[in-house]
Each structure stands twice: as structure tokens, then as C-alpha cells.
């Protein structure tokens, strides 16, 4: 991230951009001030009484910001952060401590009880990530960075990322969102699932200002840098792809990745003697996400290297494989993200939900996965076999369809455990005999965090 970057904020930004070095993160005995504020805004403390809030005023923890029709509001905190309430919005500070420096007892705890808000944070939660939160009924929102807007609707939850990423978390399973990424998610038991359309949450009425962008800040409160993949060797990528040439999916050990300032991976090197490579060539980066663990995106387009691919689309996920196997017990692993399935006779619009059930003991993945538009569901139930002392795990599951299979589906599943006591997983899958023919297929990859 370039934090010396300047931008010009217009009505139709994602982000609002974040604090200029003018404004020190000291200087505060409340939890935050209103920096300014449009229309009826005021204060409800918990006993339910209220008082105006006007430029100026301070904020304190166990007080809701509440905007009527047409109002808004802009709140620094002492930190740094800093939120713009649309109109029609509670927003609650439920706790809320920072004594000038991350000393391991800050925190930044708000629930967002009805409409939006543009959020940038500050120095809370980037040194320790569960020090942030944001509640809503239909997900906790936890940052992995630093700017992102949402805004709580009849429907549900939507949720933009405009630098950096946050995690949906909720009782149907966790989502990372990226930089350029949006997710929707209709209540609490509902797994979050990535989506086109973005919150409502424009500037309109303010004046459009420009801000120098700092906000990513170690514990001292300096400059900091999000967790990424770095270009150099010991990956392991399970792939998909579609194009001309026909369609895939595989696994490839001892990959040497090409990664981007953004963890975008723009080429890779396999076998040691260099057989085998794969660039981005005149293709695009459709698609990407990391948690700094494992990343996952996509190639669209003419691809280049050892094995081009033409008018193709090329779906990975990338890790550095966990050295130290578990040995024994078991682990669920929550889907963390995906990449918009393929089909190869162009249908369009499926979703990925589902789960890993492993045992380590026996050697077994368990797929519980489902892949569905509109027109059809396809279910991926089956096991894999984690290979003998290795990270990877294979397997061919039959698969069931609601629709789409003539004669019977199967799906190639291709995957690997990376981080630490391996806390992510990766997954290929290509589902063949899909389709009222028999003869087309759908691929993708999908991520998913150890619960």
C-alpha cells in the first residue's frame, strides 16, 4: 500500500478516505468527537435520554449516534478511525479504550443497530485483529485492514472494501472481503456470500475533500503493513481453468509465485527445472482476496507461459503448505471466499456454500460443498484423502444435482492445508458431466479457515 497516495473523494467513492497527519490520534478524553454533523443528530445514552450533537461534541462509550431523515454525521475517534453515519442511522459505541498507543488493552467495540455508514479505521485492531469488531443482526464485521462502508437494509447486510479487508463472521460461517470486493448477508444464520451489489452510502450534500491516506498504522501508531503474499518459492496451488484448449483441475507442489503489491498472483514457476510456468500475459486479474495466509483469484483472458491458455479464465488458490501436519483430532473449516464458478456451456450466477470436516487421524476431508444458480444445484458430499506426508489432499466425489446431470456427475477435488496448524484450506474442483447433455462442466476454487 502506498500511504502517501492522494485521491480525490467524489460521490460515487467506496471509500471514504481516512485521517490526514494534521489530525494527531492524541488529544482525546472521550472516545471520539463529531467532526461535523448535517441535520437532527444527536446522542441516546443508555438510560434512553438525549442531547444534541454538534460539531465538537465527544462521544463516549455506551452512547448510540443516532441520524434522523436527511441528517449525517462524521465522528473521529481517539485513535484515529473515523466513521460517516448516513441519514437514518444508529450507530453504537459499545466500548470503546485507547490510551494514545496499542498496549494490548485497546479496544473498539460498535454495533450498527439500522442504516450505514463509510468506516476507516485507525490504530485499533491492526496489531491485534479481535480488538475491533462491528455487530449487526446479521453479522460481526472484523478488520484484516482498513477502509470499508456497509449498510444494513430490510434484506440484510451488504458490505464494500475499499482498501484492505474485513471478515464477516456469523453463525453459518466467516467470509474475508477484500480490497474491491462485496459480500451480502441476510441474517445471522446465513452464510455471508460475495455479491455485485454494493451498500448505498454516498457523500451526497458534503463537500467532496481530499485526503492524504495514512491509515494503516502498526502499534505505535506509524505506518503499518497488511499481512500479504510475497513473490519467492515453497507454494502450493490447487487450479482450475477453462478456455479453448479444454478444462482442468490440479494441484502443483513447489510452485515459485509472482505476487503483486496487492497479493495478486501474476505468474508462477513449477517443477525445479523450470518446466513448466504460467503468466498472466495479456489476461486480467479479474478477481483476488488473501487473508495473508492463502489468496485466491482469477485470470481472464489470453494467458501466457509454458501452457497459454486462450480466451480462457484460470481460477487458483495459493498458500505456503503446513509444514507440521496434525496428527490426530478433527476440525471444521468454514468457507472464507470463492471465486465465481465457471460453466462450460455459459451458465452463470452460481454460489458456493459448504464446509470441511476433517480428521487428521484418518487421514480424511470431508467435502460438503454446494455449487447452485437459479437453474440447478449441484452437492459435492464425499471424502478426500489427505496424502501420506504431505498437505494435500484428493479425491473424486460423485455428485448429485437438482437439474443438470444426464447421466450422472462427478467432481475431481484437488486441495491443501496451509498456516500454522494448518488454518486454511485450499480447494480446486471441477465438476464433469454437468449439464441436460452430460458433457459440460463447472470449475472453481473456493478457501476456507480452520473454526
Given at each position: 500500500m502506498m500511504p502517501n497516495k492522494r485521491f480525490k473523494l467524489t460521490r460515487q467513492a467506496i471509500l471514504l478516505a481516512t485521517i490526514s497527519a494534521a489530525f494527531p490520534v492524541s488529544g482525546y478524553a472521550a472516545s471520539g468527537r463529531v467532526d461535523f454533523a448535517i441535520g437532527t443528530?444527536?446522542?441516546?445514552?443508555?438510560?434512553?435520554?438525549?442531547?444534541?450533537?454538534?460539531?465538537?461534541?465527544?462521544?463516549?462509550?455506551g452512547e448510540t449516534i443516532s441520524t434522523a431523515a436527511g441528517a449525517r454525521a462524521q465522528v473521529r475517534f481517539a485513535d484515529g478511525g473515523f466513521i460517516s453515519l448516513q441519514p437514518n442511522t444508529q450507530f453504537r459505541v459499545d466500548e470503546f479504550k485507547y490510551k494514545?498507543?496499542?498496549?494490548?488493552?485497546?479496544?473498539g467495540f460498535?454495533?450498527?443497530?439500522?442504516?450505514?455508514?463509510?468506516?476507516?479505521?485507525?490504530?485499533?485492531?491492526?496489531?491485534?485483529?479481535?480488538?475491533?469488531?462491528?455487530?449487526?443482526?446479521a453479522a460481526t464485521i472484523g478488520i484484516r485492514g482498513t477502509g470499508y462502508n456497509m449498510e444494513l437494509r430490510d434484506d440484510g447486510l451488504f458490505v464494500n472494501v475499499g482498501e484492505g479487508a474485513i471478515s464477516l463472521n456469523n453463525n453459518a460461517g466467516l467470509l474475508v472481503v477484500t480490497a474491491g470486493g462485496s459480500a451480502f448477508v441476510a441474517d445471522f444464520n446465513t452464510a455471508p456470500t460475495l455479491t455485485d451489489v454494493q451498500p448505498y452510502t454516498p457523500p451526497s450534500g458534503l463537500q467532496d475533500p481530499t485526503f492524504s491516506v495514512a491509515d494503516e498504522?502498526?502499534?505505535?501508531?506509524?505506518?503499518?503493513?497488511?499481512?500479504?503474499?510475497?513473490?519467492?518459492?515453497g507454494y502450493v496451488m490447487a487450479n482450475a481453468?477453462?478456455?479453448?484448449?479444454?478444462?482442468?483441475?490440479?494441484?502443483?507442489?513447489?510452485?515459485?509465485?509472482?505476487?503483486?503489491?496487492?497479493?495478486?498472483?501474476?505468474?508462477?514457476?513449477?517443477?525445479?527445472?523450470?518446466?513448466?510456468?504460467?503468466?498472466?500475459?495479456?489476461?486480467?486479474?479479474?478477481?483476488?482476496?488473501?487473508?495473508?495466509?492463502?489468496?485466491?483469484?482469477?485470470?481472464?483472458?489470453?494467458?501466457?507461459?509454458?501452457?497459454?491458455?486462450?480466451?480462457?479464465?484460470?481460477?487458483?488458490?495459493?498458500?505456503?503448505?503446513?509444514?507440521a501436519m496434525p496428527a490426530s483430532g478433527t476440525a471444521t473449516y468454514s468457507l472464507m471466499g470463492y471465486?465465481?464458478?465457471?460453466?462450460?456451456?455459459?451458465?452463470?450466477?452460481?454460489?458456493?456454500n459448504g464446509n470441511l470436516a476433517v480428521?487428521?487421524?484418518?487421514?480424511?476431508?470431508?467435502?460438503?460443498?454446494?455449487?447452485?444458480?437459479?437453474?440447478?444445484?449441484?452437492?459435492?458430499?464425499?471424502?478426500?484423502?489427505?496424502?501420506?506426508?504431505?498437505?494435500?489432499?484428493?479425491?473424486?466425489?460423485?455428485?448429485?444435482?437438482?437439474?443438470?446431470?444426464?447421466?450422472?456427475?462427478?467432481?475431481?477435488?484437488?486441495?491443501?492445508?496451509?498456516?500454522?496448524?494448518?488454518?486454511?484450506?485450499?480447494?480446486?474442483?471441477?465438476?464433469?458431466?454437468?449439464?441436460?447433455?452430460?458433457?459440460?462442466?463447472?470449475?472453481?476454487?473456493?478457501?476456507?479457515a480452520k473454526n
Open positions: 443528530v444527536e446522542s441516546v445514552a443508555a438510560n434512553g435520554s438525549r442531547r444534541p450533537l454538534a460539531k465538537g461534541a465527544e462521544i463516549d462509550a494514545n498507543k496499542a498496549d494490548g488493552e485497546e479496544k460498535f454495533s450498527l443497530l439500522k442504516g450505514g455508514f463509510r468506516a476507516v479505521t485507525g490504530v485499533i485492531g491492526h496489531a491485534n485483529k479481535q480488538a475491533y469488531r462491528v455487530k449487526t443482526p498504522r502498526d502499534s505505535s501508531g506509524g505506518l503499518g503493513v497488511l499481512p500479504s503474499l510475497v513473490s519467492g518459492s481453468y477453462t478456455a479453448n484448449e479444454g478444462i482442468s483441475a490440479d494441484l502443483k507442489i513447489d510452485v515459485t509465485g509472482t505476487f503483486s503489491t496487492s497479493s495478486q498472483l501474476t505468474a508462477y514457476l513449477w517443477y525445479p527445472d523450470g518446466a513448466a510456468t504460467g503468466e498472466l500475459g495479456s489476461a486480467t486479474v479479474s478477481f483476488s482476496a488473501t487473508d495473508g495466509i492463502i489468496g485466491w483469484g482469477r485470470w481472464v483472458g489470453d494467458t501466457a507461459g509454458t501452457y497459454p491458455l486462450t480466451n480462457g479464465v484460470f481460477d487458483y488458490v495459493v498458500g505456503i503448505p503446513t509444514a471465486t465465481s464458478p465457471t460453466a462450460t456451456d455459459g451458465s452463470s450466477g452460481y454460489s458456493v480428521d487428521f487421524g484418518a487421514a480424511s476431508v470431508g467435502v460438503n460443498m454446494t455449487v447452485a444458480n437459479a437453474a440447478d444445484s449441484y452437492g459435492i458430499n464425499g471424502s478426500a484423502s489427505i496424502n501420506a506426508g504431505a498437505s494435500t489432499f484428493t479425491g473424486f466425489i460423485s455428485t448429485s444435482s437438482t437439474n443438470g446431470c444426464f447421466s450422472g456427475c462427478s467432481t475431481s477435488i484437488n486441495g491443501f492445508f496451509a498456516g500454522a496448524n494448518a488454518s486454511r484450506a485450499g480447494v480446486s474442483y471441477s465438476i464433469t458431466g454437468a449439464g441436460v447433455s452430460g458433457f459440460d462442466s463447472i470449475q472453481g476454487v473456493a478457501a476456507f
